[in-house]
């Protein structure tokens, strides 16, 4: 049962464009979401993230967009640099505080200078 | 200040084993969670262990169990290996009090084969 659902397993975008990274789920229960950012041979470090009683959050070059009716988000980074080519994974909390993160299956981003 | 460090970095066994992967929190976390990245897949949590307890489990048998130390640091479990838990292990930490998720930080994992 794949709660979260990435469905793009990868995106090549040319530097300065923006990327735009997809994420469904299917559990209404979720009201945060979260995304992280991984590196071959590092942890994945987190980015931004959204609460359900916004549509939006903006940090810097990243933007989050939550459609709840739609049961989906997107992280927008504008522009993109070749630096931020990694693995994005869109995650949501739930359990005990909040500690359990549920995963999507990632979508490997590539930047070409 | 050292970030969650996880130890081994590379491990092989074979299937039946038994093998146990270690993880040191970030300086001021209390809280461990463990994360199975099997390939091309996103990370699937284990369990969480907060004040030496395991506080919040998910779908995984008994095979896999923890431990957390009154120093926070943890370990994982896995007896009985098969070939379906090769993967990346990674280790989460946290502060146990309130809110925590999206100040999880996570270690560069441990790679487990089994053959």
């Known amino acids: 049962d794949q709660q979260v659902k990435q469905n793009s397993p990868s995106l090549s975008v040319q530097e300065g464009r923006i990327s735009i990274l997809n994420c469904d789920y299917t559990n209404s229960m979720f009201d945060y979401f979260l995304w992280y950012k991984k590196y071959p041979a590092e942890g994945p470090t987190f980015l931004i993230s959204i609460s359900s009683i916004k549509d939006k959050n903006e940090d810097g070059r990243f933007t989050v967009f939550l459609n709840k009716s739609a049961k989906h988000l997107s992280l927008h980074i504008v522009p993109s640099q070749p630096g931020d080519s990694a693995v994005y994974f869109c995650a949501a909390p739930s359990g005990t505080s909040y500690g359990k993160l549920t995963f999507g299956q990632g979508t490997i981003l590539t930047v070409h200078p | 200040d050292a970030g969650v460090t996880q130890s081994p970095t590379h491990l092989i066994k074979t299937r039946g084993q038994q093998v146990t992967l270690r993880c040191s929190p970030k300086?001021?976390?209390?809280?461990v969670s463990w994360y199975q990245q099997a390939l091309g897949q996103g990370p699937q949590f284990i369990f969480q262990?907060?004040?030496?307890?395991?506080?919040q489990r998910g779908n995984f048998p008994d095979r896999f169990s923890g431990h957390q130390f009154p120093n926070y640091s943890s370990e994982l479990n896995v007896n009985a290996l098969l070939l379906g838990d090769s993967a990346l292990y990674l280790c989460?930490?946290?502060?146990?009090?309130?809110?925590?998720?999206?100040?999880?930080?996570f270690g560069p994992g441990t790679r487990l084969t089994v053959l």
């Open positions: 989460a930490s946290s502060s146990g009090g309130g809110f925590g998720a999206d100040t999880q930080y």
């Open positions: 300086s001021g976390h209390d809280t």
């Open positions: 262990y907060y004040e030496e307890e395991e506080r």
